[in-house]
């Protein structure tokens, strides 16, 4: 059985279908701070199948302890933890305490009953701003806020914990930008309160719930002044962690993956194409850059294609089609 913490989450109810899909039992983990429970019977209804559920906060230790006593867990998929980088600079410590001390908890609860096999969600955010792109597994890493420091600091743990005891087998997996959503409509991304994130806010212009976006700067050095960003359909990114499942069970060590799809759009590309999916105007205007945006960000998928034998399939039409069908049924 496959453990999945923040199971009920964006990312992780996705890869909870693909996992499924995939023949897997599984069992989740979720205290609900950034989901709803109606997920839970989604991912039943898409796949098909039936698991277990626990809710809650993975800070609580015999909660954790109980789900290793009655299950027969084989690896965990670590997706639980908090990831609005503007609000980790406001609340930095609750960052670190959620997202760092629940991963310690985690990683003992998992050596105590001899369980070895971990997958990390991890972010391009560790690449701070790149000299270059496309951006390699072995380029240097860097935070610039609270959110990513502590996705690195965990990177940091885990190696440490690999040379520690070689049978641990741990992959860190980078996420890029993951947009989209499950081609029923049923999953999705849906953000409390104003949307951070450029496609959840794209949609709610589309929609009517917004007014207008603000594109934030037109001066970067790219191809039309506006950032660019490698954009991954969701349902792709699912698909590699049910990759990275096989892979750390049938290796050891501690290894970095890129999860992106290896080619960047700018923002105005992504305003275009979801116009076309949605087939309303976006409105738009230019404003000033956001504090610690850099220009650009893209990864080399090369490394994930050939160690996890995983390379992302959906294009850009497929990704705004796909958030513009949840979006409808959703709002
Ligand atoms: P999400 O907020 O939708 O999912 C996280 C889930 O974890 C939520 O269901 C939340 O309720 C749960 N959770 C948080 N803290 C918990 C705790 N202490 N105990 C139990 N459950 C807890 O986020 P997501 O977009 O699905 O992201 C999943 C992971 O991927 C996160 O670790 C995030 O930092 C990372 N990541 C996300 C992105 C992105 O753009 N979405 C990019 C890079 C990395
Ligand atoms: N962006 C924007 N307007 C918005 C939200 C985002 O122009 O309302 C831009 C942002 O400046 C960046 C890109 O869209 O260039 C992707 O931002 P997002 O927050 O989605 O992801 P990030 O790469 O910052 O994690």
Sequence with gaps: M????GGAGFIGSHTCVELLDAGYEIAIIDNFCNSRPEVLDKIRTISG???KFYEADLLERDKVEQI???NEIEAVIHFAGLKAVGESVQIPLQYYHNNITSTLILCETMAKYGCKKLVFSSSATVYGDPASVPIREDFPLHTTNPYGSTKLMIEQILR???VSDNEWSIALLRYFNPIGAHESGLIGENPNGIPNNLVPYVAQVAVGKLE???VFGDDYNTHDGTGVRDFIHVVDLSRGHVKAVEKVKSTSGAHAYNLGTG???SVLDIVKAYEKACG???NYKIAPRRPGDIAMCYADPEKSKKELGWQAEYDIEKMCKDSWN???KNS
Excluded: H, N, Q
């Design 2 to 5: 496959i453990l999945v913490t």
């Design 49 to 51: 199948k039936d698991f």
């Design 68 to 70: 290793f006593e009655e």
């Design 160 to 162: 440490d914990l690999y």
């Design 212 to 214: 207008c976006l603000s």
């Design 263 to 265: 080619t960047g759009y």
């Design 280 to 282: 309303r105007k976006i």
């Design 326 to 328: 949840f979006t409808i």
